[in-house]
């Protein structure tokens, strides 16, 4: 069995499991939506196609960075891979919305997602044993994270003509399933590549602001999330802050 299948299978297992843990919350947050509008007049069921640009903020982002290379080894490392270069990322989702007489909406909406970040490189750090040298490239690093997202929420929807506007706040709880650097800079002799794991934490947290615009089955959102955790918090020594942000925006199908 090859490295890329054990990998792959590997996440499958992982994502069941972030999945069954879920379970409850999903559970809970089902009941208070039952609850809290029992007189709901309506109950939606929606996917969504989502995307968005995804970076850092804090202390620790930078935009530019470099690579520490070991030349012996021909291994290395981006020196900070957290970028405040916002980056295209892309998810699915799928939501349940009850939406009661007076307009307030509750929601759930449950999905994978991979967020990407990028931080430029303009120079390696190499190492050869003996004696440290720097030489200038050009390159990206990019950050991959890979999530299960849950997401309550709770809105307000507003019509007008044929078009609906619902307006929705909510906090995004996302368990990690893998969080990945993966790097290329070239120099005017030679290339230099990276992969590296730079899973620090078990989840994120951010609160989300959405407004989405539909007409009959069909719709767009646009939104923002951010980020309560830093994503170095499990890394000693130094300045460790680097939170999510992300402009989010996607398609709606709505499916019943």
């Keep these: 069995m090859n490295t890329r299948l054990?990998?792959?299978i590997g996440?499958?297992?992982?994502?069941?499991?972030?999945?069954?843990?879920m379970k409850k919350p999903l559970l809970c947050f089902l009941f208070l939506c039952s609850t809290s509008i029992g007189y709901a007049q309506t109950t939606e069921f929606t996917a969504r196609l989502n995307s968005g640009f995804f970076y850092f903020s804090g202390e620790s982002v930078e935009s530019t960075s470099q690579i520490n290379y070991n030349l012996s080894k021909e291994d290395g490392y981006t020196n900070n891979p957290y970028?405040?270069?916002?980056t295209l990322s892309y998810g699915i989702s799928a939501s349940l919305s009850r939406i009661s007489k007076s307009n307030i909406r509750f929601g759930i909406d449950v999905g994978y997602e991979v967020l990407r970040s990028k931080i430029d490189l303009d120079r390696v750090s190499l190492w050869d044993g003996f004696y440290s040298t720097i030489e200038k490239v050009n390159g990206q690093t990019f950050l991959n994270n890979s999530f299960v997202n849950f997401l309550p929420s709770i809105g307000y929807r507003?019509?007008?003509?044929?078009?609906?506007?619902?307006f929705d706040l909510g906090v995004d709880v996302a368990n990690f399933l893998s969080s990945?650097?993966?790097g290329k800079a070239d120099s005017n002799t030679r290339s230099y590549e990276t992969e590296r794991d730079r899973k620090y934490i078990e989840s994120d947290v951010r609160g989300r602001y959405q407004l989405t615009i539909s007409r009959d089955k069909f719709g767009g959102y646009f939104g923002f999330t951010n980020g309560i955790k830093s994503y170095k918090e499990g890394i000693i020594g130094g300045t460790n802050s680097a939170?999510?942000?992300m402009i989010r925006f996607g398609f709606v199908y709505k499916i019943k």
């Design 11 to 21: 996440q499958i297992n992982l994502l069941a499991k972030q999945i069954t843990i």
């Design 6 to 8: 054990k990998t792959l």
């Design 158 to 166: 507003l019509t007008i003509n044929s078009f609906v506007l619902d």
């Design 83 to 86: 970028g405040n270069r916002p």
């Design 180 to 182: 990945t650097e993966v």
């Design 243 to 245: 939170f999510s942000r």
